[in-house]
């Protein structure tokens, strides 16, 4: 995805525009406390008018100071949304650039030799069968039936290496808007127009159609609740302020202008302002780091997750088991051990079998053959046998599972060692693998492959650890070499032998005990757990059934992007919780501008309360106002870039949360609302 910049002119141009449109009563309506900010205008702005004609009791100029500051308030928390929304936007203009109508090659039936016809991809149904070749785009979304091929999927992921995609397996799936680059596929289609990944992913990158989380409906409710309480209170200060006029025959009641101004001033405007642009800034993090979330309640959740199942291959491990060493049996030499282990992964061109070759060569210096002048015959490795070697010059090398060669030096009539036995038992209690080699009916000895872990992976575990996020790391190894993994790469629990149904059962142990878990998968088998996790991450790469099982799509296809996804939802709801303690914390300054201003005619003795001695009461209302106006504008770089995420725990961030944007909330206010007064008394306007 292309990463937006923040200050990019045309986005903010056109933010700008659409602030104003969005000035629409019926958009505003959806935010009530801006919705009452706008209102206020509107009243201000009818006083503003009939003073004009008619005297008020207040300077025109001030009313139309206070009513263009409350317009500019509005106006400010559009602007923040539409930004928001813009950079979506953007994103989804380039993922439109990557769709369009293709003439597809549609096949009656998967068969290579099939008749073709040509159709325009938005024709192709759910069920229908095409084929593609090098050089062409496939049409749409759909799974690999027959043929493998090199795809690219840059126009999706951004990556420009080519990747494999073949019938059967987990990397099947393929999407519409990819390139061909060699071979062929027969595809069957699995959208219908409109309904594919890429126009998925359109409609939620593009904010303006984002729907409210829970959370973020629970806030407006509670901001709704705090505007009607304010409100309330503030409507009850004109009659009161008549009363008390009467009563002591001194002063002037409060006018409407200023009650407005301290309306708007004690409802919570900024975070009002500011919630949209939050929530959709939070999506737009996740765009940036390629996933694409089905919804905002999946990111949202990520932010509350507790529990993190993480498949061990490609995820903790580097997934190719890579040989570590030679143990020689008693009787024989360490290099002969190495010298009929190379010979016998001549042939295998695995990671692990290139392994074996390049350990040799490098621990001993016995170096590679070559197969065409050896005049040897391989033995390839098969599931039945669960053995491969090498037959040349009357000698039998074999090297596979401890079993398996164990059943074949019976058969030679040889036996199989004690000491090899205990070599065995004692890497797979270390996590690792043992093969096992023999020359004939002798065992030379045992090879030791290990699966690395990535390096950092236990810092990152330990980080989670200090959230409060337990990880499991979930295998199907056997309980020993699990439990020695888990221990290496400090994971919290471990699920080995692991099936399906026992992922699943899992998940809902933790979900029953109030926990939400999140999890990745890419394959068909993955499909129950995936549908049934918290935060679910599809890989792009893996099947149709995972995709749409989950809530969440890595186009990098990156099995630790989960630890990101899970500290982006944090960031999303750290930076609304900060955001909402600043908000209510500028309120403390505000009544120590507004309520002397108000009333310190009727009761002098309130310009104790003046504690920052602002010049005026009409330049204490009006700076009160401006400052409401102009931290929305300032808070608009942290709503949309979120504040930085720590790996702390809960009552840290609560602390620090306070001390930083609940003390500095209270502060910055008086520092603000002073330095507007004191500009406003240099130019004299009041």
């Known amino acids: 995805m292309t990463k937006q910049n923040l200050f990019d002119w045309h986005l903010i141009t056109t933010a700008a525009v659409d602030s104003v449109i969005k000035l629409n009563p019926l958009y505003q309506m959806r935010k009530p406390v801006m919705f009452v900010v706008e209102v206020g205008s509107v009243l201000t702005t009818a006083l503003f008018i009939t003073c004009l004609f008619k005297p008020l009791g207040e300077p025109p100029v001030f009313i139309l100071a206070v009513s263009l500051w409350l317009w500019f308030t509005v106006i400010f928390a559009n602007f923040a949304e539409s930004m928001a ?29 099939a008749k073709v016809t040509v159709v325009s991809s938005p024709k192709l ?70 309904e594919t990944f890429i126009d998925r992913m359109i409609s939620m990158v593009e904010g303006a159609k984002r729907q409210k989380t829970p959370n973020e409906i629970a806030l407006d409710i509670l901001l709704a609740g705090l505007t009607i309480i304010f409100l309330i209170a503030t409507v009850t200060i004109v009659p009161f302020s008549i009363f008390s006029v009467k009563a002591i025959s001194q002063g002037t009641p409060v006018s409407v202008t200023i ?44 932010g509350d997750v507790d529990v993190l199942l993480l498949d061990k291959t490609g995820t903790i491990t580097f997934g190719n088991r890579q040989a570590t060493e030679f143990i020689p049996v ?56 669960r053995m491969s070697g090498v037959n040349m010059d009357g000698k039998e090398i074999r090297k596979g599972a401890a079993d398996a060669v164990l059943e074949y030096v019976k058969n030679q009539g040889g036996i199989f060692p004690n000491d090899v036995v205990s070599i065995v038992e004692g890497i797979a209690r270390e996590g690792a693998t043992p093969l096992v080699v023999a020359e004939g009916k002798k065992v030379l000895g045992v090879i030791r492959l290990k699966d690395i872990v990535k390096g950092g992976i236990k810092e990152r575990f330990a980080q989670l650890r200090r959230m409060g996020i337990k990880t ?36 809902r142990e933790h979900q029953a005990g109030g926990r939400l878990v999140a999890m990745t998968g890419d394959g068909t088998n993955d499909a129950p757990a995936l549908a049934q996790a918290d935060v679910a991450v599809a890989m792009n790469t893996g099947t149709q059934a995972a995709k749409e099982a989950g809530n969440m799509v890595d186009l990098d296809s990156n099995p630790t992007k989960l630890i990101e996804i899970v500290e982006i939802g944090k960031q999303l709801l750290i930076t609304r919780g900060t955001l909402t303690t600043f908000s209510v914390a500028n309120d403390v300054a505000k009544y120590f501008a507004i309520l002397p201003a108000a009333f310190v005619g009727i009761y002098p003795a309130l310009g104790i309360l003046n504690v920052m001695k602002l010049a005026t009461p009409q330049s204490a209302i009006l700076s009160a106002v401006i400052f409401n106006a102009l931290i929305i504008v300032a808070l608009i770089p942290l709503a949309l870039r979120g504040v930085k995420y720590r790996p702390l725990g809960a009552s840290a961030l609560l602390r620090n949360n306070l001390m930083i944007y609940g003390l500095g909330g209270v502060i910055v206010p008086f520092i603000g609302i002073k330095a507007i007064d004191m500009l406003i008394s240099v130019f004299h306007i009041f």
């Open 85 to 113: 929304e813009g950079r979506g936007k953007a994103q989804a203009e380039n993922l439109r650039s990557s769709r369009r109508d293709i003439q597809a090659k549609l096949i009656p039936t998967p068969d290579r030799n």
């Open 125 to 194: 149904r759910k069920g229908d069968y095409v084929i593609v070749k090098a050089g062409d785009i496939i049409p749409s979304d759909g799974e690999v039936v027959e043929g493998v091929a090199s795809v690219n999927e840059s126009a999706i992921t951004g990556e420009s290496a080519p990747v494999i995609r073949e019938s059967g397996g987990d990397r099947s799936a393929v999407t519409g808007g990819t390139l061909i680059v060699s071979d062929w596929l027969i595809i069957q289609i699995t959208a219908n127009p409109g």
């Open 259 to 302: 009650v407005t101004a301290l309306l708007v001033c004690l409802i919570p405007t900024t975070i009002g302002g500011l919630l949209s642009a939050i929530g959709i800034a939070g999506m737009d993090r996740m765009i940036q780091a390629n996933v694409i979330a089905m919804s905002g309640r999946a990111v949202e959740a990520a």
């Open 330 to 385: 008693r009787g024989v030499e360490v290099k002969t051990l190495a010298d009929a282990a190379q010979l016998a992964s001549l042939a295998d061109e695995t990671p692990e079998g290139r392994s074996i070759v390049v350990l040799a060569k490098n621990l001993y210096g016995i170096r590679e053959r070559d197969i065409d002048t050896l005049h040897a015959k391989f033995i390839p490795f098969s599931a039945h046998t």
């Open 472 to 507: 499991v790391m979930i295998t199907g190894d056997n309980p020993l070499t699990a439990a020695a993994v888990a221990a290496d790469a400090g994971v919290d629990d471990f699920l080995a032998e692991a099936t399906p149904e026992a992922k699943l059962k899992l998940i």
